[in-house]
């Protein structure tokens, strides 16, 4: 029989004889069954784990609470957009009314009143015309007018082909125009009406001036008023005039030695040069460079001659260039 263990005692003898036959019966740990183990005690620490349930729940309790910050940030938003826009409006309200007070500044200061207007490239026109026209004085602000208006008025004038102003700061202005010039004469009534080579009416006058006078044209008496323009026909004619001129002046027979263009006959326009006493037939405005070269030579060969000259045909058939005196 076994011996009874004392109370407080420990036997021994009997404590191993009964941890050695334990460990007898017990299983042998292989390595599989170890890695199982390890295996089983990971996933027991995978599904329960103290400090990551601490985690989890802060993290429930997150995303619980998740909508609450989401709404605060939208009101965020909304007091930046508003900040934002008042910001904005503060701004330009503030760029609006400097710009509104240097404006009300700058039309009331004497400063910029005009104390000087200079007008240059007048020589048909008077100066104080153009003043005039202008619209401008002395002592008024000098952005009380457009420079678009200013150019506008003197552009009444006829004789006025463009118009250049310009604002010198603080108080000057100057106005610089390019005129027209006259370049031939319609003798109209008792006087005579100054074109320019565009064909536009420059001026009436009893004054006779050293151009040539274009006799045939076909615009209206009511039509004739300085500022107008020839009509088509005329203004066609215009340009074989300008051609015929400029040819002969390539011979030395410059726009003030011409007397009389007639443009009546398209197919015979006629030059009459009084100095030499000579009508010079010309025909249609063709062949013109070939043409003046007999004009030339008629001129000198018949020096003293009154008469006129014919190159109105075409010279590559029958006709022959010649003069005719007059008898």
């Known amino acids: 029989m076994p011996r009874k263990a004392k109370e407080g005692n420990i036997d021994l003898y009997y404590m191993n004889?009964?941890?050695?036959?334990?460990?007898?019966?017990?299983?042998?740990?292989?390595?599989?069954?170890?890695?199982?183990?390890?295996?089983?005690?990971?996933?027991?620490?995978?599904?329960?784990?103290?400090?990551?349930?601490?985690?989890?729940?802060?993290?429930?309790?997150?995303?619980?609470?998740?909508?609450?910050?989401?709404?605060?940030?939208?009101?965020?938003?909304?007091?930046?957009?508003?900040?934002?826009?008042?910001?904005?409006?503060?701004k330009w309200t503030s760029i609006f009314l400097l710009i509104f007070g240097t404006i009300i500044f700058i039309l009331t200061t004497p400063m910029f009143n005009i104390k000087k207007i200079d007008i240059y490239g007048s020589n048909q026109i008077s100066q104080e015309e153009i003043l005039s026209l202008s619209g401008l004085s002395v002592e008024t602000n000098i952005f009380k007018s457009s420079k678009s208006s200013v150019s506008k008025n003197i552009k009444q004038n006829p004789y006025i082909e463009n118009v250049?102003?310009?604002?010198?700061?603080?108080?000057?202005?100057?106005?610089?125009?390019?005129?027209?010039?006259?370049?031939?004469?319609?003798?109209?009534?008792?006087?005579?009406?100054?074109?320019?080579?565009?064909?536009?009416?420059?001026?009436?006058?009893?004054?006779?001036?050293?151009?040539?006078?274009i006799s045939g044209y076909k615009t209206e008496e009511d039509k004739i008023t300085a500022g107008n323009r020839l009509n088509n026909d005329d203004l066609e004619n215009l340009n074989n005039v300008i051609k015929i001129t400029d040819s002969l002046e390539e011979i030395e027979i410059p726009i003030n030695k011409i007397t009389n263009i007639d443009i009546s006959n398209k197919e015979d326009y006629t030059v009459y040069i009084a100095e030499e006493k000579k009508m010079i037939h010309f025909g249609e405005t063709n062949n013109l460079s070939s043409k003046i070269l007999y004009v030339k030579s008629m001129i000198e060969s018949e020096k003293?001659?009154?008469?006129?000259?014919?190159?109105?045909?075409?010279?590559?058939?029958?006709f022959r260039h010649f003069f005719r005196e007059k008898v």
């Open 17 to 90: 004889k009964v941890e050695g036959a334990n460990k007898k019966n017990a299983p042998r740990k292989t390595k599989s069954s170890s890695k199982k183990i390890n295996q089983k005690q990971k996933n027991k620490d995978d599904v329960f784990n103290l400090d990551d349930e601490i985690v989890i729940g802060i993290t429930d309790k997150k995303t619980k609470n998740a909508k609450k910050p989401v709404k605060n940030s939208k009101q965020k938003s909304k007091k930046s957009k508003k900040k934002k826009l008042s910001l904005f409006l503060l």
């Open 164 to 213: 250049i102003v310009k604002r010198k700061l603080p108080d000057t202005i100057e106005i610089t125009i390019e005129e027209k010039q006259k370049a031939y004469m319609l003798q109209f009534v008792n006087g005579y009406v100054y074109i320019d080579k565009q064909g536009y009416i420059l001026e009436i006058s009893e004054k006779k001036l050293e151009l040539p006078i």
């Open 304 to 318: 003293d001659n009154e008469g006129e000259i014919f190159v109105n045909g075409d010279s590559n058939g029958k």
